[in-house]
């Protein structure tokens, strides 16, 4: 029989500097009313100056290490999802593994964005049923703040810094785990959230840079119709796999983008909102950490217990989303 994957444990690295929305309404035109109103966010983290990606990265797969009670050299795969990695080359992961202390087993990027850490999910899931791998390291981390166009409050007043990361391995107990993962992508939404420049369209010149081509560019409404429907479908994808209605659900674990989109997503998939667990107020939108963030969150406040069904879903630029039903 095809053993199933379990999260062994969860851990995160968040920066301690913490940006309210009044700090950000003394940089660009905007103010704590139209933040809050609109998204939902009060404040967020921005990475320290000298601190970058891999570091926050290496925090959270440290924390996850301890929690699944395991050291780093027990692992067997590093996979990170990112858009903000250290550099283009090498991957983001290698760095991790060197900060871990650690060599020789693989360790690779994936550029997924909002959806990365549930696209490496679905990859390590597949690792473990396929007995190739018993500990694998699957982070979710972004420093959006360095690419951000802070003259931009379309944008910059949305996102914030940080980490988080899970083990898999497998599960002891066939009944308990990852039941189901499902991703999609649809490239005909590219243009609605993107970073034109620093690849082999817009490579970087001081043309590319004088047209702010390696900030983040969004078209918000565009972005925020997709997700609710594609979040709501990818959703019931996992109900519906399962053989569950909404009722089943114990708990969401969603992508933190805007409280609206999430309230928008619960109404559509019938499921009230104090069955999510809600953080963007205090994270801001962290993209690929988002998911793995709340998660450790939840569980370390005591939210999450044993047999519980766990919900998770995302949705970023590609587009890229997904979904995965788990019984911890
Ligand atoms: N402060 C004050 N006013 C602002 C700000 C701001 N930070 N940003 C925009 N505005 C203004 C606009 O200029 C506009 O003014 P105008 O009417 O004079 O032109 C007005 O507010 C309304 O703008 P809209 O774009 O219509 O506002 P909307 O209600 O759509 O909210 C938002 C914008 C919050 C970006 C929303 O569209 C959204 O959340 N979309 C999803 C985007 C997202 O989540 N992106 C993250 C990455 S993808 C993901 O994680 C799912």
């Not at 690849?199 to 047209?211: I, K």
């Amino acid at each position: 029989m095809v053993p199933r994957a379990r999260i062994l444990g969860t851990g995160r690295g968040v920066p301690s500097r913490v940006v309210s929305n009044d700090d950000l309404s003394r940089i660009v035109d905007t103010n704590d009313a139209w933040i809050t109103e609109r998204t939902g966010i009060k404040e967020r983290r921005l990475i320290e100056d000298g601190r970058v990606t891999s570091d926050l990265a290496a925090e959270a797969a440290r924390n996850a290490c301890e929690s699944a009670g395991i050291s780093p050299s027990e692992l067997d795969c590093i996979v990170l999802g990112t858009v903000t990695p250290d550099m283009p080359m090498p991957a983001t992961a290698v760095y991790v593994q060197q900060k871990l202390g650690i060599s020789g087993i693989p360790a690779f990027d994936l550029s997924a964005a909002c959806a990365g850490f549930l696209y490496g999910l679905t990859i390590a899931d597949s690792f473990v049923r396929a007995g190739q791998y018993k500990r694998v390291c699957v982070i979710g981390v972004e420093v959006l703040s360095r690419i951000l166009d802070w003259t931009d409050r379309n944008t910059c007043v949305l996102f914030g810094d940080g980490a988080g990361a899970v083990i898999v391995g497998p599960s002891e107990d066939p009944s308990r785990g990852i039941l189901s993962t499902h991703i999609f992508a649809d490239g005909g939404c590219a243009q609605h959230l993107l970073i034109p420049g620093g690849g082999t369209v817009h490579p970087t010149t001081p043309q590319s840079v004088a047209d702010k081509l390696h900030h983040v560019k969004m078209n918000g409404r565009e972005i925020f119709k997709n997700a609710v429907k594609n979040l709501a479908s990818a959703s019931i994808a996992a109900l519906e796999a399962n053989g569950m209605t909404a009722a089943d659900v114990d708990l969401v674990v969603a992508h933190q983008a805007n409280l609206r989109i999430i309230e928008a997503v619960a109404e559509r998939i019938k499921l009230p909102l104090d069955r999510f667990h809600l953080n963007i107020q205090r994270y801001g939108n962290t993209s690929s950490a988002s998911v793995p963030i709340a998660l450790d969150e939840a569980l370390r406040e005591g939210k999450i217990q044993p047999g519980m069904r766990i919900l998770f879903s995302a949705l970023g630029a590609g587009l890229s989303w997904g979904s995965a039903m788990l019984r911890w």
